[in-house]
């Protein structure tokens, strides 16, 4: 596992330390800067988007030590020691997860600002629940917020990825991404 250190010498700020996607990193800046923040600037993964900035859509959601939470909320301080995933951490060796595929092929990925946060709360859901009705898909992704094109493809899109996770395309992945993150 590589680890990476972005802090700059001399840098006054404590060290946190945590595991994002399989890579061990090390950032020393303000404990009480945003993961959101530190995940797009810091760190370069710009794929997790900000939408509202308060909670309440969905689109900054990452995986945080296997729960799925809104990075615009947590400070990095509370990141410390986590193993974190992003919507970067999907894809696994060039090869697109099948919710990934799935929304291109269905016409889930829509603006781009909350497809990320879409995609993370899909993903959550069907390791949790890898078979889910459109009750379920629903109630999985009600945290994430289409504010402009509507919320059916995104549905038929979960639906439709739930064969591959079925086929155990993602449990896969899953595994995989947990043996690359000890
Ligand atoms: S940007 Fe975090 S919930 Fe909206
Ligand atoms: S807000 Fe992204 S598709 Fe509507």
Do not use: Y
């Amino acid at each position: 596992m590589r680890t990476s250190e972005s802090a700059a010498p001399n840098n006054p700020w404590p060290a946190v330390r945590f595991v994002v996607n399989g890579e061990a990193r090390i950032v020393s800046i303000p404990p009480m800067k945003r993961l959101l923040d530190v995940l797009r600037e810091d760190l370069q993964l710009t794929g997790t988007k900000e939408g509202c900035g308060e909670g309440e859509c969905g689109s900054c959601s990452v995986r945080l030590s296997g729960e799925l939470v809104n990075s615009c909320l947590v400070p990095v301080l509370q990141a410390d020691g986590a193993v974190i995933q992003t919507v970067e951490g999907l894809a696994l060796n060039g090869k697109l997860h099948p919710l990934q595929e799935a929304f291109l092929q269905r016409g889930g990925a829509q603006c781009g600002i909350c497809t990320p946060g879409m995609l993370m709360a899909a993903a959550h859901l069907l390791d949790h629940c890898p078979n889910p009705d459109l009750a379920q898909i629903r109630e999985g992704i009600a945290g994430n917020l289409c504010r402009c094109t509507g919320f059916i493809r995104i549905f038929e899109s979960v639906a439709a990825a739930t064969s591959a996770q079925s086929a155990g395309s993602a449990t896969t992945l899953t595994t995989e991404q947990s043996h690359h993150a000890r």
